[in-house]
């Protein structure tokens, strides 16, 4: 037992893909029961590559962070959670409780926002952001987002087009690539 042990590397392994039937129980939980309920938001987009080709096969968490925080739940999201899976133009759809500003407990807060966690084929680890709601983040100096450089924050904000409904495009990598965090 003289010798040095000789050690090999292992293969690394990619995320996904995702199968869209191990995914719909997640999906129709989503879907709160009522069309207009109040206090929810719709969120839509699309997941793009770097050449702005649709990911079909990626999937997203969204996690409402002031739920979270309070401690409160709606009876349609009891977990401030959903999950969803891109379509074959990578589209996605996701319905939330409306975050609300995180006390930081200092006198300070966070902006309403989602953590979002997006999984796809050729990643090897999953990618964190955040998304803020348009006309809902303004009036909070929030810690994250004021590092972010100004030019780069309209890649966190999802764009009102309509009552509730928001529209918000992730993109992987290029330009206007969405700011992901290192956690």
């Not at 609300?100 to 964190?128: E, K, Y």
């Amino acid at each position: 037992m003289s010798a040095e042990p000789k050690f090999v590397p292992t293969s690394s392994q990619t995320v996904g893909p995702f199968f869209r039937i191990g995914l719909e129980h997640l999906i129709d939980c989503a879907v709160p029961s009522e069309p207009d309920a109040q206090g929810i938001v719709t969120i839509r987009g699309q997941v793009l590559d770097r050449d702005r080709a649709p990911v079909f096969d990626a999937m997203l968490e969204f996690w409402n962070a002031s739920n979270a925080a309070a401690g409160t739940s709606n009876a349609d999201f009891p977990s401030g959670f959903a999950r969803t899976a891109t379509d074959v133009d990578g589209n996605f759809r996701v319905r939330m409780t409306r975050p609300a500003p995180i006390s930081l407990g200092d006198g300070s807060a966070q902006a309403p926002h989602m953590l979002v966690l997006v999984f796809a084929r050729g990643l090897l680890r999953h990618l964190v952001s955040r998304v803020y709601l348009d006309g809902g983040h303004e009036d909070v100096a929030d810690p994250v987002l004021s590092t972010i450089p100004a030019d780069r924050r309209r890649t966190l904000i999802a764009q009102c087009d309509g009552v509730n409904s928001f529209r918000w495009n992730v993109v992987l990598q290029g330009d206007d690539e969405t700011v992901f965090f290192a956690w």
